[in-house]
């Protein structure tokens, strides 16, 4: 697929300027400007984070309330349940609340409801259920900002709810004892963008700060800043402000985490040893603890996330892996299945909006086969997943158009949607599906151009290879952790001169030799996935342009500078 090279404008002056002041590289100077650090006071925080740049909790609006509400809880011993959404934000939400409130000796229990048979959020069984025990406040996690009849049946049944919740709020709020969103039109909070896990890390906060407890690195909340990485990276929440401390911190807790669960969830997927960044995160442990919500029961995961039984651990950890090979077959299947309607059924040539529905999918993994539509033909993409009547549908969506809005466009057909702008979800009529893909493509058509449906790749600076030096590699590490709002650096060389034969490595890898300059070494690239482009790449080609991303290879006790491709024109 063409893609567009986006180079944007950067101020020479300001560049140098920041080169000079901080002592780093122009090619950091260009990295951070880029994303939109552009005061020497923000750039020193961007790359030295420190817990002592968050703000205070009693910023966001109704913290006072939460805080009164759970203080009167503790000292008159009132049950409390923690309720937890079923993805990775909302397991690790919970499980922070937990791991807090056994710390305070408060009455408490948790709950998560099954993908499968209960559905999305806070439900009116599960508020009735929780009056037969006796619960008097309810904590929602990750969930809860549009739960209006269900709060509204708490409150006749004499229970108070907090909502802690980061998705999109809608135009009518639950009248809950309090809202934890700074996404609400009057909240005063500065960073809008913390993910569900780290509202709940903000109460937590609020609430031990209250009982006097200072919050050392060894007190709660902030021993549990390995699950805040967890949730905000898996929910690719953008790590920048806030985020990223809180990011930051956390993956060198995760490092050498103390936790039971996190050393065996470690272990099966192979990271025991590793230092853990964020691409381990996304990639590797967050499928784990996703695929038990997928699949079965989220349940389990909060049991990992919470035992200080080792045993416990390696049994649930194990469980996890084997969960998480069935949703990568399942995923696979309905994946195929999506391709084959995209291209049979003629679905590109019908809206700029893609909106598939099957019977046969599996509910679970229908956002992850999403997202690698989008990924694929970067247009948005809403896969629902159609039993007796009625379809659960994922979507996601591409940087230029907010699907939440367009949902919120097309409320009268569904029942029932949340999300935010690169994600959502809805419930609809089967019946409803084709007015629904028509009305939503109206919508495309109004909003979407041409330019918008060309993947961009941002580059950072245009580059002599000569500069990509391993001083430089590690000096571009100090922008880690990368992420939404916060990519890898990438960087633009152009003319350069492929030498020897490309070769495949592994399955699907290109990797080639490159010079930029006739009396310089060759430097090595290697596109990953890209194996189609070997037949177009060989020595006798006129010089190609590239983009990559600089790394580190060691092989063979030997260091050197690696390019990862990401895009080539000849």
Known sequence: MQKQWITPEIDREKLQFFSRQLQISPLLAAVLLNRGVDTLEGARIFLEPSLTSLYSPFLMKDMDKAVTCLQRALRYREPIMIHGDYDVDGITGTSLLVRVMRRIGANHSYYIPQRLKEGYGLSCETVARARQQGVKIIITVDCGISACREVELANELGIQVIVTDHHQPPDVLPKATAILNPRQKDCLYPFKSLAGVGIAFKLSAALMSSLGILGGEEDPPYDCLDLVALGTIADVAPLLGENR??????????????????????????????????????????????????????????????????????????????????????EQSVLGEAFAKIEGEGHLAQGNILVLSSSGWHPGVIGIAASKIVETYHRPAILIAEMDGIGKGSARSIPSFSIFEALRACASLLKNYGGHKAAAGLTIAASEIGSFRERINRIGAEKLSHDDLIPQIKVDAEVDLDKITPQLVEELERCAPFGLGNPEPVFLARGLQILQSPKIVGENH??????????????????????????????????????FNPQISNWNDKTRVQLRLKDIKF
């Open 245 to 330: 401390v809180l990011v930051k911190c956390g993956l060198k807790q995760l490092t050498r985490s103390r936790k039971p669960g996190i050393i065996e969830l470690k272990r099966v997927a192979g990271l025991e040893e590793s230092e853990i960044k964020s691409g381990h995160v996304g990639y590797t442990l967050a499928p784990r603890i996703n695929a038990v919500g997928r699949l079965g029961s989220a349940a389990e995961a909060v049991e990992l996330l919470t035992t200080d039984n080792y045993r416990l651990a390696f049994e649930i950890a194990g469980n996890l892996d084997r969960a998480n090979r069935e949703r990568q077959e399942i």
């Open 510 to 547: 290109l990797k080639m030799k490159v010079r930029q300059h006739v009396n310089r070494g060759p430097t090595e690239v290697i596109g990953f996935g890209m194996k189609s482009l070997l037949d177009k790449v060989f020595p006798a080609l006129p010089r190609v342009d590239i983009v």
